[in-house]
């Protein structure tokens, strides 16, 4: 304030400025920074650009989270130093922020200086945006020089043809530097580049590049390269595809290191795509059989992961041919691997090739998968089964799969695992729709019943939400007829719980069956169970009623449910007279 009283306003917010940056406190730094853009508002764009940018510039040794609120600050600071045509001098303390040790700091001054080179006139970018680039790419220290190689694919394009060349040069020094990560940042940002330059320049200058990086002795950078990959080959001719990247491709696909080669199967329906359907079925159909049968567990799940998305994918003319021959012969392998991530990762896609493959190709192959799958002793790979049995529903019908799978969903509807049995019950609305009234009844009516007693609370409500559900598909005399009297006989069964599940039905019930039968059926268990010695049960009445309010008239609410509330609004139990008057505070004035 020294500088206000002694007239001098035109001071204040950067001697404030200094004042917070100095303290040790690194929260009032971190604010200080944070609030850059109010200090740059109130200096204005002449004062923000000789005073605020350079006193940033020099300033920049601080704590790691206040520089990162820096370098996310001057990335939108164009307008406050005066528009594109002087956003160059944002420049310096972005490329001081590039150079730190800590790699978000880092990372968040080269996205900063991505946006600002958009900014930049083709002029001041050769004039101001390549030197810095040229500067960190030649750096002392590591850090700048992989700073450096996010630059190029947004500098590249607006430069002049010698320019470009320089740049080209740069970029092939960082790809041979002596550190792994600057080639592991070299190979990163590849597929960027190689989407910037000419075609030509990709030919002669990147896919050299592309083939090192990928026999780099750091596997690191190998698995970089694969990535570099997708997009390299997305820009070439089938021709150019198949003589310029596949060998390095298959090289990349049967490398000695594992993570490599997990590289490639996660990334290869990308490659697929992007090499096209005759280098797909020539080089990709057995690199993929080699990868399902991959030494490597994690290679096999993140191949396994891709076989529904890359059959699909696959020429419509030989698809069925390819798949029957080539892949379901690794696929049945993977049902049974000695790893459950791999399991799992097949199970949660091998639905998927149903339809693919069509009805009796699922009949007669697919289905005695499925089954082994459904009765695995992993619980995550018959959770994944279950959760797709709609896609071999559309194709073999209801009637199929009844007859096949639904002894084996039967089974699970009481595994140990408390989630697998809750996976069933949320499926369990979709198979009634799929199955029909009929079937349902038959063959799993009995055990969503049974679900309402189950030891586990998120089971006995899910249960109580899922009879809700079949009540809407099946309608309120369905629900007369089958759910409500066995609902309502859990009122008179000695455990608790089971009374407290009885009052959580009616509940969901209630509204889907409509006033008369709630009246008539429901209400007066509601009425015994407000007797209850348990408290817990009688406080639950008191919400019940409160539920159901709305459905009923006045004549019912006065002569029944009034008397029931207060009664336990005189309840020796705290939470059930909180309740009763809770429920009878929600009662509008009639």
Known sequence: MASSESGDDSL???????????????????????????????????????????FLTDTIYDEDEV????????????????????????????????????????????????KLSEEHSAADLE??????????????????????????????????????????????????????????????????LAKAVELEQLKTDLIPLFVNLAG?????????AVEACVNIAGLLSHEDTESLIMPTLRQC?????????????????????????????????????????????????????????????????????????????????????ANQHVKSALASVIMGLSPILGKDNTIEHLLPLFLAQLKDECPEVRLNIISNL????????????????????????????WRVRLAIIEYMPLLAGQLGMEIFDEKLNGLCIAWLSDHVFAIREAATNNLKKLVEKFGTEWAQNTVIPTVLKMAREQNY?????????????????????????????VLTLAEDQVANVRFNVAKTMQKIRPLLDANTYQNQIEPALKKLGGDEDADVKYFAMEAMAAVPAS
């Open 497 to 525: 719980l089971h009374r407290m599940t009885c009052l959580f039905c009616i509940n969901v019930l209630a509204e889907g069956v409509g006033a008369d039968v709630t009246i008539k059926s429901m209400l007066p268990v």
């Open 216 to 224: 780099d002795e750091q596997d690191s950078v190998r698995l970089l």
């Open 127 to 192: 004039a101001h945006f390549i030197p810095l680039v040229k500067r960190l790419s030649s750096g002392d220290w590591f850090t700048s020089r992989t700073s450096a190689c996010g630059l190029f694919s947004v500098s590249y394009p607006k430069c002049s043809v010698g320019v470009k060349s320089e740049l080209r040069q740069h970029y092939r020094n960082l790809c041979a530097d002596d550190t792994p990560m600057v080639r592991r940042a070299a190979a990163s940002k590849l597929g960027e």
């Open 390 to 417: 709609d896609c071999v529903n559309e194709v073999i019908g209801i009637r199929q799969l009844s007859q096949s799978l639904l002894p084996a969903i039967v089974e699970l509807a009481e595994d140990t695992k």
């Open 12 to 54: 204040y917010p950067i001697a404030v400025l200094i004042d917070e940056l100095r303290n040790e406190d690194v929260q009032l730094r971190l604010n200080s920074i944070k609030k850059l853009s109010t200090i740059a508002l109130a200096l204005g764009v002449e004062r923000s650009r000789t005073e605020l940018i350079p």
């Open 253 to 337: 696909a049967e490398d000695k290191s594992w993570r490599v080669r997990y590289m490639v199967a996660d990334k290869f329906t990308d490659i697929q795509t992007a090499v096209g359907p005759e280098i797909t079925k020539a080089d990709l159909v057995p690199a993929f059989q080699s990868l399902l049968k991959d030494c490597e567990a994690e290679v096999r799940a993140a191949s396994a992961h891709k076989v529904k998305e890359f059959c699909n994918a696959l020429p419509a003319d030989s698809r069925e041919q390819i798949i029957m021959t080539n892949i379901l012969p690794c696929v049945k392998e993977l049902v049974a691997d």
């Open 67 to 114: 520089l990162l609120a820096l370098a996310e600050q001057l990335g939108s600071f164009t307008a406050l130093v005066g528009g594109p045509e002087h956003v160059h001098c944002l420049l310096p303390p972005l490329e001081s922020l590039a150079t730190v040790e800590e790699t978000v700091v880092r990372d968040k001054a080269v996205e900063s200086l991505r």
